[in-house]
């Protein structure tokens, strides 16, 4: 695979963006041919305990998130297992969720390491084209694991497809693995920008806002809705820039760069704990960790690093 024009684009610079697998949507219906592949010498699984992913030691320090059939027998029972696809070499690709209770047995295990998901990104402690479907896989498992029972009528559903669908046993209904869309916009007023901080957030963070998109919104409205609610800012153009998977627990984060109509910030404070205009100076400051105050901005996993970045240091504008 030519990697070439992925490295242009800035969602690809973004963590669990890269994947590689070929989903091979074509084979989930045909459970004859799913087992054939599940039993292969060359098939590697990715085990996931509850919500914690199960790391295999390699030698020396590295970490990989591939176990083999036999590896991952030994782990414990599925409670799922799903079909990803296949690698770029042709070897097929699994998920398998575990018992959360096997988390802390599963920790006491030389050969393993268990830790959360966002800090295998952070700390990129796997190979990068491992992440992506890491992250694929804890979205899927997670689905799984909160979609026992039927939106429709309550009776309780069975996985299908390959890990792909649930079928409710009752009522015959079909439910599928869902991606909630999330707005996140830097906005930008002349040469500054608005940044702003939660209660949550790293002591001096600050970072862009964002929201969900609702019924019967475009991202574009949504970009405008959530500035004014968060921030009190009336907002004109709005440009995409970038988008981002993320996997906590299921959602497609949607950058963009959008223009403020004026000046004043009303602050949402049940929503943010602070806010404010930062000139492209500043930025800079805290891009580079040298902000006199100890500011910063969120690290390079985050699709709002990229956003920050593409306005102040490569100058992208409305």
């Known amino acids: 695979m030519n990697d070439a024009p992925l490295r242009r684009e800035r969602s690809a610079l973004?963590?669990?963006?890269?994947?590689?697998?070929?989903r091979r949507e074509d084979l989930r219906n045909k459970p004859d041919a799913v087992t054939a592949l599940r039993h292969r010498s060359d098939t590697r699984?990715?085990?996931?305990?509850?919500?914690?992913?199960?790391?295999?030691?390699?030698?020396?320090?590295?970490?990989?998130?591939?176990?083999?059939h036999g590896e991952t027998e030994m782990l414990g029972p599925a409670a799922e297992e799903i079909f990803l696809g296949m690698a770029e070499d042709g070897a097929p690709r699994f998920a398998r969720l575990l018992?959360?209770?096997?988390a802390e047995t599963l920790k006491e295990r030389p050969e393993l390491f268990l830790t959360d998901l966002r800090s295998v990104a952070l700390k990129r402690i796997v190979p990068e084209d491992e992440v992506g479907p890491l992250g694929e896989a804890k979205a899927v498992l997670d689905w799984h694991a909160r979609h026992r029972f039927c939106a429709q009528c309550g009776g309780p559903t069975v996985a299908g497809a390959s890990g792909w669908r649930r079928e409710c046993t009752a009522c015959g209904a079909m439910h599928?693995?869902?991606t909630d869309p999330v707005v996140i916009m830097l906005v930008t007023r002349g040469d500054a920008c608005?940044?702003?901080?939660?209660?949550?957030?790293?002591?001096?963070?600050?970072?862009?806002?964002?929201?969900?998109?609702e019924p019967g919104e475009t991202l574009e409205d949504a970009v405008r809705r959530e500035s004014w609610?968060?921030?009190?800012?009336?907002?004109?153009?709005v440009r995409y820039i970038a988008s981002q998977p993320w996997p906590f627990p299921s959602s497609i984060m949607v950058g963009c760069i959008a223009e403020a109509l004026g000046d004043e910030i009303t602050l949402d404070m049940t929503e943010l704990e602070a806010g404010r205009w930062f000139p492209r100076e500043e930025v800079l400051q805290m891009l580079d960790g040298v902000h006199p105050d100890g500011l910063a901005c969120p690290q390079h996993i985050a699709i709002a690093n990229t956003l920050v970045r593409a306005w102040a240091l490569e100058c992208e504008r409305i």
């Open 14 to 22: 973004t963590g669990f963006a890269i994947n590689r697998l070929d």
């Open 45 to 68: 699984i990715v085990a996931v305990a509850g919500e914690t992913p199960v790391l295999k030691r390699l030698d020396g320090e590295a970490l990989s998130i591939w176990f083999s």
């Open 99 to 102: 018992d959360r209770a096997l």
């Open 176 to 178: 599928f693995p869902r």
């Open 194 to 213: 608005l940044l702003a901080r939660q209660a949550r957030f790293a002591p001096g963070m600050y970072s862009c806002i964002a929201g969900f998109v």
């Open 229 to 237: 609610e968060e921030a009190g800012l009336r907002v004109g153009t």
